[in-house]
């Protein structure tokens, strides 16, 4: 192509992030995101909840929205408003499940595609459509100092909470029902419950922190797909850990790359390079379909 024309692969590969500080910061960001985000993703799946995470992104909206029309594209405001309504948004689902006989998944469904229309509307009567989109699919290049602290700060508490809760956080994953009663034994039944609550208040300022650089429709993507493609890798869930954090590192490098040299979104670009590896591990993972057609046993004549 004619924007590789005269350079070598170290220019490509570096030059961007040598020349310009705004690539730098989002480089920064992507790298502080994908250490916190993607191992939650793992701890999603593990809890068969991966499609919680995607509404959750959409619940934040409505709290975004009203931080944005109290104080324009403030990020302390967008990102306390975001925190604030996606726990306010888990809360009523929760209260929906316990007292209905609908599960928690459902009601969370009809309570986050309400937030998410009720977020657009109140998006589009006070302000343009420039802000609805950098709302909704995020502006990764565009991250100052004081979304790195955010993220970083994010990315800090998240991790130094997941080391030192890791074994609850575990087994609450695989099974609840056991630490519970566990809890119950030594008089705390209600220890289940708290790890739940723990880890869905990390879900959700991972998503606030991710919402400004890919938006809230966008920032699940880079929880969500290098956690289900480091599944197909590895059967110990520390190595699903870290290899769900070196895929989301990769794609959102090679993702700012890309949309570097193409003038494509950012943010939507990451995205689809993590799916890019997440196709790529369907075929050759030791999960994958190449492995698995080879161990089938062929057919005689």
């Given amino acids: 192509m ?6 070598n692969l170290y220019d490509v590969a570096f030059a961007p992030f040598q020349e310009f500080a705004f690539m730098r910061r989002a480089l920064i960001g992507i790298l502080a995101l994908a250490l916190s985000s993607a191992p939650l993703g ?3 799946t593990l809890r068969r909840m991966s499609l919680f995470g ?6 934040v909206l409505p709290g975004v929205a009203v931080g944005f029309m109290l104080f324009g594209l403030s990020l302390p405001a967008l990102s306390i408003g975001g925190f604030l309504a996606g726990v306010i948004v888990v809360a009523i689902a929760a209260l929906i499940s316990r007292h209905t006989d609908l599960k928690e998944d459902a009601s969370l469904a009809s309570v986050y595609l309400v937030a998410l229309a009720l977020g657009v509307m109140l998006i589009s009567v006070n302000g343009s459509k420039l802000d609805l989109l950098h709302i909704l699919f995020g502006n990764v ?9 955010l993220v970083a700060g994010v990315t800090t508490v998240s991790l130094l909470v997941g080391a030192l809760l890791y074994r609850g956080l575990v087994l609450e994953s695989f099974d609840a029902s056991f630490l519970a009663a566990c809890g119950s034994k030594g008089g705390q039944g209600g220890r289940g419950a708290m790890y739940q609550q723990l ?3 990390l879900v959700v300022l991972n998503l606030v922190a991710s919402f400004q650089t890919l938006g809230t429709l966008m920032a699940v993507g880079l929880m969500m797909l290098p956690a289900v493609s480091a599944r197909l890798w590895h059967d110990t869930l520390p190595a699903q850990l870290l290899n769900s954090a070196a895929q989301a590192a990769a794609a959102g490098y090679i993702g700012l790359l890309v949309s570097y040299y193409t003038s494509t979104p950012s943010g ?3 995205i689809v390079c993590a799916g890019a590896l997440y196709l790529l591990s369907l075929l050759i993972a030791p999960r994958g379909w190449l492995p698995q057609l080879l161990r089938r046993p062929h057919r005689l004549g």
Avoid: E, K, N, Y
């Fill in 54 to 59: 995607d509404a959750l992104s959409h619940a």
């Fill in 141 to 149: 290049l565009g991250v100052d100092r004081d979304g790195l602290v």
């Fill in 42 to 44: 793992v701890l999603l």
């Fill in 268 to 270: 939507p670009t990451i």
């Fill in 2 to 7: 004619s924007f590789f024309h005269g350079l």
């Fill in 199 to 201: 880890f869905l208040m």
